[in-house]
């Protein structure tokens, strides 16, 4: 006859499943929101720089439009140029939102999204002395944008905050084989001897540093592989 004990250990096991996996997802999320949290700044650096443009033109317009004299001929062709400007600030702003939270989560290029994402971390690469190079050359190769938003850029401020000197880093694509029946998507490092470490690594920020556990935990919804040695990162997705 089982013992009470005996008994509940389904009940055990399926509990200690569940919080694995409840675990795994806040520690997901918390990465998620980590990264999310370091790219607010370029966001916001981006949005700003988007609106620029139209604030100086619509400034120029008001000086006209109350001259003496207005100039309508130049006012007019103020008003198209404010008009071109604002749609395209206003496209700019919307793709800045979508990194807070898509509506959707479709497959994008690989090779446009790392020519996105190399705009946008121009800054938070140039201050840790590391230049990305995109050497994907295959223009049908896609992935997720949700993963390429989190996992990917996660990758790279890794290799922000946990490489001690400068370099370039190598983003390269290997669409599946019959022999590797995964898309291998590869950064290495290829440091710099004559670059310095950023002067102020030592200081204390208003972020934590990100590591290859939150990629890890960003990686494991998608199920990506995540293989990670001295330089080098391998991220490996599942054919579609």
Known sequence: ?????????????????SS????????AEAACYAVLRRLM????????????????????????????EPDIKAITKNVVSVSAL???????????LEWIGSSQDADVSLRSSVDEVIKLLATELSAHALTLVNGISDDTATA?????????????L??????AAGGTLQVTFEAATDSHRAHRLQLRLLP?????PPAFQGLVRKYRLMDWHDVQAMARPFGVTVTQGDGWLTLDLPKN
């Open 41 to 68: 700044p370029l966001l916001r650096h981006d949005v700003a720089g988007a609106m620029q443009p139209v604030r100086m033109l619509l400034m120029v317009l008001e000086r006209r439009v109350h001259a003496p």
């Open 144 to 156: 997720p944008q949700s993963f390429l938003r989190t996992v990917f850029m996660g990758s790279l």
């Open 1 to 17: 006859m089982p013992t009470s004990d005996s008994a509940n250990l389904p009940s055990a096991s399926i509990a200690a499943t």
């Open 192 to 196: 710099d001897k004559a670059v310095k």
């Open 86 to 96: 604002t749609k395209q600030a206003t496209a700019d702003c919307f793709n800045a």
């Open 20 to 27: 694995r996996e409840c675990l795994n997802d806040r520690l």
């Open 158 to 163: 890794v290799f922000c905050d946990q490489c």
